[in-house]
């Protein structure tokens, strides 16, 4: 991770991105759900009223159920794995589930030099974290 912080910037970003989309054509996140079962999604207000209506719920009981709030003061899933997560790794809200996890693993989008401690932290639950992290290595280090 240090070399690639130290490699910070738009043309690592560039590479990320392509990276990123290389990753992603090899792995199923389904064969995994690392992240479902060891990192609580955060949630903004948006996600929880699409989310509550999903399940039929008003917005507090959702709140009151299923979150909590965090040391960062973030309304997080108040369990992992995350309940929303099936046997199979799929998830029972996938099209209405939280912005986070859309954009889960933040390594594309032209923004990875930006989330480096992230990266660091993500690379030990998602394998398409930790494969990005040592491809970009291998071309960087030369």
Do not use: W
Request: glycine share 4%; proline share 6%.
């Amino acid at each position: 991770m240090k070399r690639l912080e130290r490699a910070k910037g738009k043309t690592l970003d560039t590479l990320a991105d392509q990276v990123h989309e290389e990753v992603f054509e090899e792995l199923d996140c389904l064969d995994c759900a690392g992240c479902c079962s060891h990192i609580p999604p955060m949630l903004n207000r948006t996600d929880i009223s699409r989310i509550a209506k999903t399940l039929g719920m008003g917005t507090a009981q959702f709140q009151e159920e299923y979150l909590r709030m965090d040391e960062d003061g973030d309304m997080v899933m108040k369990t992992t794995p995350c309940p929303f997560l099936q046997e199979d790794n799929t998830c029972l809200i996938y099209e209405d589930r939280p912005k986070a996890c859309r954009q889960y693993p933040h390594t594309d989008n032209m923004e990875f030099s930006q989330r480096m401690p992230l990266h660091k932290t993500n690379a030990n639950h998602c394998p398409a974290v930790f494969h990005i992290v040592e491809r970009l290595n291998a071309v960087i280090g030369g």
